[in-house]
């Protein structure tokens, strides 16, 4: 963190000291992703609340690395700034693995309610121990399925469907408890696969499978809604810890309006993708009693991984949800 002279700012009624500062925030994601705009519009705003001594340079589309390559980066201190898939993190902190469980949360307000909560803020508190700070969850969305074979109307015609899956465990098994065949492989190699007919289909949030012309080798879209990715949006302890109180306050207010902000926006542009997608694909929307046949394939799945993320945090979530549900 490049940190020079100090001046002297209007934090409500209050003068804090706030020093001229530069960070950098990193992204795997494409600029106009969104992803990418709510680290542009956090540091839009951070400029804004610290008279201008505060900046963020911006890094995405992969320039300074996957999201692996960041999330050490961060850890170590030479990167600032990161959002990615929260899930991404179980690798460090077991329990993150949760967020990766198929049909957890029914819409986008309730996984609001949830992270913005007590259960929220638990998740936070375990991620300064492994070098990193969270200051909120961004939105991707829900993800969906595509396939080039047959419209999906119901959870049996998902049976031994080819279809790329995250390398995880959790989405590899989930993807086998709804009877398919489940092919593990990088998002770079995915176009030319389905292109290529060596797997059927693949699932993402619509906005990934309008800006990967994913249309172009598809021709069905299934609104499954099958997972809520949140995306966690964290700094570095390292450079977290050399700030001060008062320029701490400034990048925790300034990631809260962001992430407000980043949500509508994120959401609003998977509406817009939708709307797209149905003019260039096939849609199959499904009925609430044939979504809880899902809902139904896939407990087994919930089950298995409450034991290794540590059945008391998953019954907690879980008690959340419903709670929030209410």
């Not at 902190?93 to 992270?115: H, Q, R, S």
């Not at 492994?130 to 399925?145: E, H, I, S, T, Y």
């Amino acid at each position: 963190v490049a940190i020079a002279a100090c001046c002297m700012v209007a934090v409500g009624s209050v003068q804090a000291e706030v020093r001229e500062q530069s960070f950098r925030f990193a992204t795997a994601n494409p600029k106009g992703h969104p992803i990418p705009a709510g680290g542009e519009k956090f540091g839009e705003l951070l400029a804004q609340k610290s008279g201008g001594k505060m900046t963020v340079k911006q890094f995405p589309g992969g320039v300074l690395g996957g999201d692996v390559q960041v999330l050490s980066a961060v850890q170590g201190g030479t990167i600032e700034l990161t959002s990615m898939n929260a899930g991404i993190l179980q690798g460090q902190i077991k329990e993150f693995a949760i967020v990766d469980l198929p049909y957890l949360f029914n819409n986008a307000k309730e996984a609001d309610a949830v992270l913005d909560g007590p259960i929220g803020k638990r998740m936070s508190e375990l991620m300064p121990a492994k070098g990193m700070v969270n200051l909120a969850f961004f939105d991707l969305g829900f993800r969906n399925l595509t396939n080039s074979k047959r419209p999906i109307k119901s959870v049996d015609d998902i049976s031994g469907l080819k279809i790329r899956v995250v390398q995880s465990p959790t989405y590899l098994d989930t993807w086998t408890a709804l009877g398919a065949n489940a092919v593990p492989m990088p998002i770079t190699e995915v176009y030319t696969a389905m292109e290529q007919k060596m797997i059927d289909g693949h699932e993402n949030p619509f906005t990934v499978i309008e800006a990967n012309k994913f249309y172009e080798v598809q021709k069905y879209l299934a609104v499954t809604n099958h997972m809520y990715n949140p995306q966690a949006f964290f700094m570095s302890k390292k450079s977290w810890d050399k700030l001060n109180a008062d320029e701490q306050k400034l990048v925790m207010e300034a990631a809260q309006e962001a992430a407000i902000w980043q949500r509508q926006f994120s959401r609003d542009e998977q509406g817009k993708s939708l709307a797209a997608l149905k003019s260039k694909m096939e849609v199959s929307e499904l009925s609430v009693a044939e979504l809880a046949k899902f809902r139904a394939k896939v407990q087994p799945v919930i089950d298995k991984y409450a034991t290794t993320i540590g059945p008391d945090f998953v019954k907690a979530f879980l008690a959340e949800v419903e709670k929030v549900r209410k």
